[in-house]
């Protein structure tokens, strides 16, 4: 060991006072430390502004319209007084329900081929490539494609061509975030399944997917949450409708349905001040909606861990 | 999925060797890609003796163990020639399935890995791996009695397998794996991430076991190996052909290897001259 202390440096911290314990704003680094906390304060701080000022407005000019008619009634013509917007709420519940029933089965089986596959798997390279060249996509393709795949061969807007655009980019996320989740599942999981004589199959389903659930949903919900949101895709595929989506005592899948981004989208630049204040209302139901169903998705994986 | 039910509770009858060697092991080259790692090391595995295998780090005594149940399969590059017979059967036959394999010889890890759910869940998964008809609850329970976990966790089988301390983790493992009623356990250094208390626990419940299951274990610890194992294994690592290739140096009665150790090696080692 001697050898080592001899080829040491001369003591670097030579001529420096360790008695000096007080905290002093000469230190330039201990200046340099306070000055960056303040920055970092201040831009935190500014980023709140606008994230603020967009929900307040929201709240203020759409909170006074919030009435139970809303959601019961259908859109008003214009000058008419009252009205609601029950079958947009309907068409986007309706829509956003098909796209996470076509999206959420297959980008999750998507994300466990993902995550299974070994390295140097070409196709598993080319599936996250379009995968993620898919999350930038936008959004107005998504409702190009529909409107060329369905509108055109069923010959009319309908909520399943909306359904499928909002499908189309929900995919991506919940593929990409799903493979994350999987990915995060610790390695001695997976050995301690297949140590007890577990199938590729059974450990998918009795271990990876269980432990990486809370991960998924949550990519699930990001997911959700943009499609609810997403106007231009339905513009093409389910354009909008006054009426409920239902034929008879059915609910109708074949025919333009209204959704809340739609309505947003037209009532805003009507010159009718109960049209604007609609689709100021409307605004923060659909903000109110994506919460409440973000927050059903934690409190539901929080359960899954617990158990 | 799971169709072998009733063969996993009847391990198939075929003639055990007459002196009780469960798994004939005789590994003559194991590769991970081209990197050879362990040479000629020949151990017979005996019906309700512990056998443990120590050497000194990279000495390949992890890769020897989880060849008696193909865990090795996992591992990439991994290739292997020589034989693994388990009651007569070479398991690397290419009509064994490896999967069949795992339930007859289960294993325990050197970190603690209970699934992320309930206690009860984590002992009850080979039964529900297996599609296990009977009474899981009696199964669950006389696991965890095995395991000597019963009494600190009876009341709280619904918390999560992560709430426990590590050696309570590393016991609801040893349940997990006995729960299916395997007949041998391989254990890689089961204790290396525990203290000496919850060693000391881990190191008696083998004591106990060994009455109903034929157990492996790999252990670093010398005084752990002496205090639980009937025959010891010594491999060490020859640099001479340029790569790290662990072998075989010594086995015999865990008594005679630590007392009267034949080579050079296994003194030098047991005596602590290297580690």
Same mark, same amino acid.
């Given at each position: ?307 | ?74 591992? =990439? ?7 693994? =017979?388990? =009651? ?14 795992? =339930? ?11 699934? &992320? ?29 095995? #395991? ?26 040893? &349940? ?21 208390? &919850? ?29 639980? #194992? ?29 007392? #009267? ?15």
């Amino acid at each position: 060991m001697t050898p080592v202390l001899e080829r040491m440096e001369p003591n670097p911290f030579e001529g420096v006072d360790f008695g000096k314990l007080e905290r002093s704003l000469q230190k330039p680094r201990t200046l340099f430390s306070l000055l960056m906390s303040a920055v970092v304060t201040g831009m935190t701080l500014l980023a709140l502004i606008p994230l603020f000022s967009v929900v307040w407005m929201l709240f203020w000019r759409g909170g006074r319209k919030l009435s139970l008619a809303l959601f019961t009634q259908l859109p008003p013509a214009p000058l008419e007084q009252g009205g609601g917007f029950g079958n947009a709420i309907a068409g986007t519940l309706i829509m956003v329900g098909l796209a996470a029933l076509a999206s959420v089965p297959a980008g999750i089986l998507t994300a466990v081929f993902l995550a299974q596959a070994r390295p140097e798997n070409r196709l598993a390279s080319a599936t996250r490539f379009a995968a993620k060249v898919l999350t930038g996509f936008p959004s107005i393709l998504a409702g190009v494609f529909a409107y060329g795949t369905v509108v055109l061969i069923t010959g009319g807007f309908s909520a399943i061509a909306g359904g499928l655009a909002l499908a189309i980019l929900m995919l991506p996320t919940v593929t990409l975030t799903a493979e994350d989740a999987l990915r995060m599942v610790p390695e001695k999981m997976k050995e301690a399944a297949i140590g007890m004589g577990a199938t590729q199959t059974q450990t998918v389903w009795m271990v990876l997917l269980p432990t990486a659930m809370p991960g998924i949903l949550t990519g699930v919900m990001l997911a959700v949450a943009r499609a609810a949101g997403e106007t231009a895709p339905l513009l093409f595929t389910a354009l909008f409708s006054n009426y409920w989506p239902t034929r008879g005592a059915h609910v109708a899948l074949m025919q333009p349905t209204a959704s809340l981004a739609v309505l947003i989208y037209n009532f805003a630049s009507m010159p009718f001040a109960n049209q604007v204040e609609m689709a100021w209302a409307a605004a923060l139901v659909l903000v109110l909606l994506v919460l409440v169903v973000n927050l059903a998705g934690q409190a539901l994986s929080r359960r899954q861990v617990q158990q | 999925m799971s169709t072998g039910t009733a063969e996993v509770k009847e391990p198939p009858e075929s003639p055990e060797a007459g002196d009780g060697v469960v798994i004939d092991c005789k590994i003559d080259k194991l590769f991970y890609g081209s990197f050879k790692a362990v040479r000629d090391t020949t151990i017979p595995v005996k019906k309700n003796k512990i056998t443990a295998f120590i050497g000194p780090s990279g000495c390949g005594k992890s890769t020897v163990l989880r060849c008696l149940n193909r865990m090795n399969d996992l591992v =990439r590059g991994f290739r292997f020639e020589g034989h693994v =017979r388990y =009651r007569g059967k070479d398991i690397y036959h290419p009509s064994i399935d490896p999967v069949a394999v795992r =339930r007859y010889i289960g294993m325990v890890f050197q970190q603690p890995n209970p699934f &992320a759910t309930s206690i009860y869940n984590n002992v009850a998964f080979g039964l529900r791996l297996n599609g296990y008809k009977g009474d899981r609850h009696a199964k669950v329970e006389s696991a965890l009695k095995g #395991a000597a976990l019963w009494d600190e966790v009876k009341d709280k089988l619904h918390k999560s397998g992560l709430s426990l301390s590590g050696g309570q983790q590393q016991r609801l493992c040893i &349940a997990r794996a006995i729960a299916t009623e395997p007949e041998v356990l391989l254990m890689d250094e089961p204790c290396s991430a525990l203290d000496p208390i &919850a060693t000391r626990k881990i190191e008696e419940l083998m004591t106990e076991l060994k009455s109903r299951y034929t157990i492996a274990i790999v252990t670093h610890n010398l005084q752990q190996a002496q205090r639980v #194992a009937d025959q010891t294994g010594f491999l060490y690592v020859d640099t001479s052909e340029g790569g790290r290739t662990g072998y075989l140096v010594e086995f015999g009665e865990s008594k005679q290897v630590f007392e #009267a150790p034949q080579q050079k090696h296994t003194q030098e080692y047991i005596s602590g001259a290297f580690s």
